[in-house]
C-alpha cells in the first residue's frame, strides 16, 4: 500500500511540474546504431525553477541508460527508472541548465526499417510518445524549443523541426543541425533520415517550402504535391494569422502507422500517397496535405490542454482541409464530402456514443463531429465574424495551450450566437445531430437534389429511367449521376442498357467506375464494350474489371491478362499482385511460367517489402491455397511488424489457418526454424484456445 501510494505521490507531482518548473530551450545531439537499432545522444536543457520548494524535477524517458549528468556543470543529484530521469539535487530557484548523456533502444516511437539496400528513420510521436527516443515530456503542456542535431552517414538526409542553420562532414558521416525559434510539445518533435531528392519554392508570404522524395519517385512529384502551394497560401488568408514558423517541409516514409502527421514545420506522411498521373485520379495526398498543414496552426501553435479538448486539434484540422478543397474544388465538393462524413457519423451514432468533448472520445467524433460542429458554429455566426474569432483565438493563445471555453470566449466576443446551447448539443452529447446537418446540406443546390434522387430509392427503373437519363446527359455533380447508378445495380442488365452505354460515355473516370463497380453481370455481346475500362487510367476501375472479366469469361481470361502484363498499380502494387494471381490460377495460360508467377508473388511477401504491398501478396498466396512454408514463416514475420494493422492481419489470418485442416501441423512443423521472437509468438496462436 505504501508504494501505491508513493507511485501515485509521484505521478501527482509530475502531472504538476509545469507550475513548478518550465522547461525552455533543448538542445539534442543524436547519432545512431542501425544494426542495434540504438539512439546515443548528449541533450542540454534550460529551464526555470519558479517554485522555490520543488525538491524533485522528472524528465520523461523510456528504458534509457543515462551518464554525466550535470546542472549548472556541476555533478547532479539524480536517478533514473524505466519511465524517467530524476533530478533531486543541484538545481536553484531561477535559471538552470541540466546536461546529460544517454543510450535508448526504443521498441516505438523511432523506427529503422528497410529501404532496399538502404534504411529509413523516422518518428511518431503523437501523444506522449517522444520520450521513448528522446529524453522529453508527456505533458503537452510543457512547451520547449527543440533544437535538434543529428549525425548519418553522408549519403543520407537528416530532417527534423526548424530551420537548417549547418551541416558539418565528420568522416564518413554528416551532422545535420536545426533550430527553431518558437516552442511546442514534445510529440511534434520529429526525425526522418533517408535517401532523398529535395524540391523547393517560395509561398505569397516568402515561407520556403520543402518537399522530399525518393530519388526512384522524383518523377511522382508533380502528382503527389499538386497544390500545395495553393492550400498554404489559401490557409494564410483564410486563417488570418500567418505561418509563424519559419520552414515548412514534407516528407513520405515507408511503413508509416498512419497517413500523416502534422510534426512542427516537418509534416511525415505514408509513402502511399506518392502517386503518379493515374494513381492521382483515385488516391491523392491532398486531403492528408490541407489536414496536416493546417494542424501547424491548430495543434502546434496551439494546443489542447488535454484529451478532453482534442477536438481543437483534429475537428479544426479535418473542417479546414475542407475547406481548402472547396477553394480548390467547389462548393459541391464540399458538401458532399461534408454529406459523406455526416454519413458515417449517422451510422455509428447508435454505438458511438461517448461526446466529442471526452478524451475517450472515438477518432470519428474527435475528427469528423468536431469539423461537423464547427460548421454549424460557422454557419451560425457568419463567416467573416467565424473568421475573427479563429484569428483573435490565435492571436491570443500562441505557442500555449488551449481548452474548448477558451475559444468560444473569442467567438462569444463577436457574435450573440448561442455557443452554450451548442456546446451542449455538438460536443458534451453522444450521437449526431443529423436534421440539423440535413436542412445546412440543402442549402446547396446540388445537395438538396441529391436528396430528392435518394427518395426515388424504391421506385421501379422504369419509373425513374428518364430521370437519370437526363441526369446524365446533364452538367451535374458527378455524385448525383453517381447516385443514379449505384440504384441501378440490382436492375438486369437488358433493361438498363442503354442507361449504362449512356453513362460509360462521360469522360469522368468516377462516372465510368461506378458502372464498372455495379456492372458486374452482362452478355458475352457486351464484353467489349466492358472491356475498354481495362484502359482506363484507374488503378482501381482496372482491378475491378479485370476482375469481373475474368471471372465471367473464363475462356477469354488469357486475352484480357494480356492487356495487364505490365501493370504494377499503386504503392501496394495492387495490380501486379493481381495479375499475378490471376495469372497463376489461369488454366492453359502461359503454363511454363507459372512458377516465375508464384515466385514473384511470394517475394512481395516478404519483411523487404512494406506492409501493405506484403498484406496483398499473402492475401492472394492464402487465396491460392498452395502447401507453402515461406508463405507461413512470412505470415508469422507479420505478427511482429510495427506496424499494428499489419500484425492484426497477419494473427487474424494464422488463426483463420488453424482452423483448416492440415495447417496447424505445418505451423508446428515450423517453430524449430523460427527465429525466437517468431517462435513465441507463434506459440501464443497455436496455444490459443
Not at 143 to 151: D, L, T, W, Y
Not at 361 to 384: D, I, N, P, T
Not at 417 to 442: C, M, P, Q, S
Not at 454 to 469: I, R, S, V
Request: charged fraction near 25%.
Amino acid at each position: 500500500m505504501r508504494y501505491f501510494l508513493l507511485l501515485l505521490t509521484t505521478a501527482l507531482t509530475f502531472a504538476q511540474q509545469t507550475k513548478k518548473v518550465d522547461f525552455i530551450t533543448a538542445d539534442a545531439y543524436l547519432s545512431f546504431d542501425v544494426p542495434l537499432k540504438k539512439v546515443m545522444g548528449r541533450v542540454v536543457y534550460s529551464f526555470e525553477v519558479i517554485d522555490k520548494k520543488t525538491d524533485t524535477i522528472f524528465i520523461d524517458a523510456k528504458n534509457m541508460q543515462f551518464s554525466d549528468v550535470k546542472i549548472n556543470g556541476k555533478k547532479a543529484g539524480w536517478v533514473s527508472s524505466a519511465k524517467t530521469l530524476k533530478l533531486y539535487k543541484g538545481f536553484k530557484k531561477g535559471k538552470n541548465t541540466v546536461e546529460f548523456n544517454y543510450t535508448a533502444l526504443p521498441k516505438q516511437t523511432l523506427y529503422f526499417v528497410k529501404d532496399g539496400q538502404d534504411v529509413q528513420l523516422w518518428t511518431q510521436g503523437q501523444g506522449k510518445y517522444t520520450s521513448h527516443w528522446l529524453p522529453s515530456f508527456d505533458d503537452v503542456n510543457e512547451k520547449v524549443i527543440f533544437n535538434i542535431s543529428a549525425s548519418f552517414d553522408k549519403n543520407y538526409t537528416v530532417l527534423s523541426n526548424g530551420e537548417l542553420k549547418d551541416k558539418a562532414i565528420k568522416g564518413n558521416d554528416q551532422q545535420w543541425s536545426y533550430k527553431m525559434e518558437k516552442p511546442m510539445s514534445s510529440y511534434l518533435v520529429m526525425l526522418a533520415i533517408g535517401k532523398y531528392r529535395k524540391w523547393q519554392m517560395g509561398t505569397a508570404s516568402k515561407t520556403p517550402l520543402e518537399f522530399y522524395l525518393r530519388e526512384q519517385d522524383s518523377s511522382m512529384f508533380a502528382t503527389t504535391y499538386r497544390y500545395s502551394w495553393d492550400i498554404f497560401d489559401f490557409f494564410e488568408r483564410e486563417i488570418g494569422f500567418k505561418y509563424p514558423w519559419k520552414v515548412y517541409r514534407q516528407v513520405p516514409v515507408l511503413d508509416f502507422l498512419y497517413a500523416g502527421m502534422e510534426n512542427t514545420t516537418s509534416t511525415i506522411f505514408a509513402q502511399d500517397f506518392v502517386v503518379d498521373s493515374i494513381g492521382f485520379n483515385d488516391r491523392t495526398y491532398t486531403n492528408v496535405n490541407a489536414h496536416e498543414l493546417a494542424h501547424q496552426w491548430f495543434g502546434d501553435i496551439v494546443t489542447a490542454e488535454s484529451g478532453k479538448h482534442h477536438w481543437l486539434q483534429e475537428g479544426f484540422a479535418t473542417y479546414y482541409a475542407l475547406l481548402a478543397e472547396q477553394k480548390l474544388f467547389g462548393d459541391d465538393h464540399f458538401n458532399y464530402e461534408m454529406y459523406q462524413m455526416a454519413e458515417r457519423l449517422q451510422q455509428v451514432a447508435k454505438t458511438d456514443t461517448i461526446p466529442v468533448m471526452n478524451e475517450k472520445a472515438s477518432s470519428l467524433s474527435f475528427y469528423q463531429k468536431g469539423a461537423w460542429a464547427l460548421h454549424v458554429l460557422r454557419e451560425g455566426v457568419g463567416y467573416e465574424n467565424f473568421q475573427k474569432a479563429v484569428k483573435s483565438y490565435l492571436e491570443k493563445y500562441a505557442f500555449s495551450n488551449v481548452n474548448t471555453d477558451e475559444f468560444l470566449a473569442e467567438v462569444n466576443k463577436i457574435s450573440d450566437y448561442d455557443t452554450n446551447n451548442w456546446k451542449k448539443r455538438w460536443l458534451e452529447t453522444g450521437g449526431f445531430e443529423v436534421h440539423e446537418a440535413i436542412e445546412l446540406l440543402k442549402k446547396n443546390e446540388s445537395m438538396a437534389l441529391y436528396f430528392e434522387l435518394g427518395e426515388l430509392m424504391d421506385n421501379t427503373f422504369e419509373q425513374k429511367k428518364e430521370t437519370f437519363m437526363q441526369l446524365l446527359r446533364s452538367n451535374a455533380y458527378y455524385a448525383l449521376k453517381e447516385e443514379a447508378i449505384y440504384q441501378t445495380a440490382e436492375v438486369p442488365f437488358e433493361q438498363k442498357a442503354d442507361f449504362v452505354r449512356l453513362a460509360m460515355q462521360s469522360k469522368d473516370l468516377r462516372i465510368r467506375q461506378a458502372v464498372a463497380r455495379t456492372v458486374t453481370s452482362f452478355p458475352a455481346s457486351f464484353t467489349d464494350e466492358y472491356k475498354t475500362f481495362l484502359y482506363d487510367e484507374s488503378y482501381i476501375t482496372r482491378e475491378i474489371a479485370i476482375n469481373v472479366l475474368c471471372k465471367n469469361f473464363p475462356d477469354r481470361k488469357a486475352e484480357f491478362l494480356e492487356v495487364g502484363k505490365d501493370w504494377v498499380g499503386f504503392n501496394d502494387k495492387n495490380l501486379r499482385i493481381l495479375w499475378l494471381t490471376l495469372a497463376y490460377t489461369a488454366k492453359d495460360y502461359r503454363t511454363q511460367e507459372k512458377e516465375s508467377f508464384y515466385g514473384e508473388l511470394l517475394r512481395y511477401a516478404a519483411p523487404e517489402y512494406e506492409s501493405t504491398v506484403r498484406t496483398n501478396a499473402l492475401a492472394n498466396l492464402i487465396y491460392i491455397g498452395k502447401p507453402d512454408t515461406v508463405m507461413l514463416q512470412n505470415l508469422v514475420n507479420a505478427t511482429l511488424h510495427h506496424k499494428w494493422q499489419f500484425v492484426k492481419f497477419g494473427k487474424d489470418n494464422i488463426r483463420k489457418l488453424l482452423k483448416k485442416e492440415g495447417y496447424r501441423q505445418q505451423f508446428e512443423n515450423l517453430l524449430p526454424s523460427l527465429p525466437e521472437a517468431e517462435k513465441k509468438s507463434l506459440e501464443k496462436l497455436l496455444a490459443e484456445k
